[in-house]
């Protein structure tokens, strides 16, 4: 009974919702509607792609062309190049009956041409306007080369590192995932979608996608509803929010049902409670998918679906295929069928296709837009504020531009490695190694390169990992010669740098791991390099936090690049060199072992805490191996100068329901390097009608301050900070006491409590 009346709150808003979206209806639409036949609109709830892109799935559209001509597609995707959208909407203009434009996606997910770190990074600069402007430069390129609708951003809370997918989204807050999540949709959308240099955005995965059983892809998620809503709901709502045009569902399921079929999901949440009036498409396939999952067959699972109030199929052409057969059986309605061609047709007519179908095409932008040196200039910048700065032994950063110099390592000079995994528009020629960017930034350095190890000496793993091209070439050489290369380098050097970790495809989507060390070839060689006893550094890229337990007990510095772009090489060398000061902090907890997973921060204490000592106490909720603190705390990372927090304080030391409350810190500099740090505000809900969490991050402030300067740094709490979502899925404060802790990660030890009254 209890679960029934929690199912049924989301649909308290109404279950009139879909009328009431439309009563501001757009003429034009509705006049092209009242010609459309049931055929023509069910074609334009038909997404294909002709092949020739990135696909994500098995599944390639046949008969293109004419389907096209038919009427019978709303989109296209995996297309781009304006001679190509130039042929393509010409079809659907002058060849199909009413003339009615395309819409062409693609999946830009960190840059078009430009390609920025993957989105994991670029979360760990914790610069929502640097995020923006990313995401502004995108579109930019995008649009330049003639599309208009990009399945991004990904926006999938994840706390479980083996999940390839993690790489594409923001990490385990929903909090900082949120304020991205509003940061790329303005950034893509900007303030008018008609524009051409802007393009419709897509939050996906709608929903949970990142909460994957066991951390493996295309999962079943089984959770509460009130986990649902306090952990994992709040980014796709803030997308909803800043006015995203469209939704991809998910390939999971979710209480039971898939995500591509789930009413609940996608009208009693995304449009009774939310208020979404935008157009709901499929992922890959994802439809098709309902029939493995075990829900029916193919005519069953797209009546499902579009009654559960899906708009667009993408690829798999269930739609296409079996609606009218299912309207004519009264599986579904013309009512479902027109409602959903209206979303589509609303959201081609404000992208401004119906006033000029080739508005996204014109072929003197590619030049002056693509690729630029302005471009790449935020792309290098991106790079370097994402890079996070994990140890730093005995202060051997950063580097003399004039120091001997061993560079080695399977990544150090390895092109095709420095875009990160879903580049699909990158070109790896682009990219700048870091052996071409250290020379770059100093020419006077004295480097010696060998490359030491292979990323992987298995070739049945390099096969799977070079799926999408060479992203792992094992070396004719035997992995000893290799080693002792390397070794030589060493010798007369001052300081090696090894740059390790993953290759691209090692994460991504379909790239989960069991085991998230850094592979054993390079193990191997990182041991030979600590044995020397020279000053070693490790640049570390990888698309997933990592387990570096061994190598964080080693006396080494270790500094964090993701997979970081078409600006790779300089950026990074910026940072090895000192000319940008890291400030980025990790956006997902990094765990001591697999078997702490999923960890985060905002964990529960519950009835039995572990406690603050040491020593292990039996019958505390422990582990009799490992403590139950991670490696590396959500919000960590390091700076070559240092920051002192002092003299918290609250403007009020109680508050009512719907007042904000000022907190402000002192922040200082008291290193020999000007410098940025992220001052990071938690709370704690002391006692309340559900169990809170330890801690959960509710603001932060990316801040600069010169060498020796300080600060008072002021941050408001609003209303809505202090609430959470009751048993009854209430969006509530409750009165009491509530502690607020302020520092440069989640481990900050600053406090001071107030009382809501």
């Not at 390895?414 to 070109?427: D, I, K, Q, S, V």
């Not at 090894?498 to 060689?525: H, N, Y």
């Not at 500099?669 to 938690?682: F, H, I, K, R």
Request: hydrophobic share 40%.
């Amino acid at each position: 009974m209890k679960r029934l009346m929690i199912l049924s709150i989301a649909g308290l808003c109404s279950s009139l919702s879909l009328i009431a979206q439309n009563t501001e209806s757009i003429p034009e639409v509705e006049a092209l509607l009242s010609k459309m036949t049931v055929e023509e609109k069910i074609g334009q709830l038909n997404l294909v792609t002709p092949g020739g892109g990135v696909a994500t799935g098995e599944v390639v559209s046949r008969n293109v062309e004419k389907k096209i001509k038919a009427g019978n597609v709303g989109g296209l995707f995996g297309v781009s190049g304006p001679e190509k959208i130039r042929m393509a909407q010409e079809l659907a203009v002058k060849n199909s009956r009413l003339g009615i434009p395309l819409l062409f996606g693609f999946d830009i997910i960190h840059g078009y041409k430009t390609i920025f770190p993957i989105p994991l990074g670029l979360a760990s600069s914790w610069d929502m306007e640097l995020i923006k402007h990313t995401a502004q430069i995108a579109a930019k390129e995008a649009t330049a080369d003639g599309i208009n609708w990009n399945f991004s951003p990904m926006v999938d809370i994840s706390r479980d590192p083996r999940w390839g997918r993690m790489a594409e989204g923001s990490g385990e807050d929903p909090f900082l995932g949120s304020a991205i999540a509003k940061a790329m949709v303005k950034g893509y959308q900007g303030d008018d979608l008609t524009a051409s240099n802007t393009m419709m955005a897509t939050v996906k995965h709608f929903a949970l996608y990142g909460a994957s059983e066991a951390g493996r892809d295309y999962n079943s998620v089984d959770m509460s509803h009130l986990k649902m809503f306090n952990q994992y709901m709040a980014p796709y709502k803030a997308a909803i929010d800043a006015g995203v045009g469209s939704v991809m569902t998910s390939f999971n399921d979710v209480d039971g049902v898939p995500a591509t079929g789930n009413k609940w999901l996608l009208t009693d949440v995304l449009r009774n409670l939310w208020g979404f009036d935008g157009f709901v498409v499929s992922d890959y396939t994802s439809l098709n998918e309902m029939v493995a999952h075990g829900i029916g067959d193919l005519q069953t699972v797209s009546a499902l679906a579009l009654n559960a109030g899906l708009d667009m199929d993408m690829v798999g052409e269930g739609f296409l295929s079996t609606l009218q057969k299912s309207l004519a059986e009264g599986k579904v309605t013309e009512i479902d069928i027109t409602n959903a061609c209206r979303r589509i047709l609303e959201a081609k007519y404000k992208l401004g296709l119906f006033d000029d179908p080739y508005r996204y095409i014109d072929e003197n932008r590619a030049e002056k837009d693509i690729l630029t040196p302005e471009n790449r200039a935020v792309a290098r910048e991106a790079v370097a504020a994402s890079a996070v700065l994990l140890k730093n032994d005995a202060g051997v950063l950063p580097i003399s531009k004039t120091a001997k110099i061993a560079l080695v390592g399977p990544l150090a000079d390895n092109r095709n490695n420095m875009l990160g995994t879903w580049a699909p528009t990158g070109e790896v020629k682009y990219a700048v190694t870091v052996r071409e960017g250290i020379a770059n930034i100093a020419p006077a350095a004295i480097v010696n390169y060998a490359k030491g190890s292979n990323i992987v000496d298995d070739p049945e793993m390099a096969k799977k990992i070079n799926v999408f091209g060479p992203r792992v070439m094992i070396s004719e050489a035997f992995p000893e010669e290799l080693l002792q290369e390397a070794m030589a380098k060493v010798e007369n050097a001052d300081v090696v740098v090894a740059v390790v970790g993953e290759a691209t495809e090692m994460s991504g989507e379909a790239a989960s791991r069991t085991d998230i060390r850094i592979p054993e070839p390079q193990k191997k060689l990182i041991r030979a390099l600590e044995s020397t006893g020279k000053p070693l550094i490790l640049v570390l890229m990888s698309g997933r936090p990592l387990n570096i337990s061994e190598e964080f007990e080693m006396p080494i510095s270790i500094l964090q690049v993701w997979h970081p772009g078409v600006e790779a090489g300089n950026a990074i060398a910026d940072v090895l060199f000192g000319n940008y000061n890291p400030s980025g902090k990790l956006t997902a907890t990094w765990p001591r072992s697999v078997g702490q997973i999923p960890i985060y921060h905002s964990m529960k204490n519950t009835g039995r805490p572990a406690g603050d000592t040491k020593e292990f106490q039996k019958f505390r909720s422990n582990y009799l191996d490992l403590p139950n603190t991670p490696l590396l705390p959500f919000g960590y990372g390091l700076s070559y100068t240092t920051f002192e927090y002092s003299a918290l304080r609250l403007s009020k030391d109680e508050i009512s329901a719907n007042e904000p409350l000022e907190v402000s810190v002192q922040v200082k500099n008291s290193g020999d390097y000007d410098g940025a740090t992220v001052v990071q505000l938690y709370l704690r809900d002391v006692v309340r009608s559900i169990t809170p969490p330890k801690r959960t991050l509710k603001a932060f402030k990316k801040v600069f301050l010169k060498k020796g300067e300080e600060k008072t740094v002021s941050i408001t709490l609003q209303p809505d900070d202090l609430k959470f979502y009751n048993n009854r899925l209430e969006f509530i404060a409750e009165p009491g006491v509530f502690e607020v802790f302020v520092g440069e990660d989640s481990n900050a030890l600053l406090m001071k409590s107030f009382i809501l009254r």
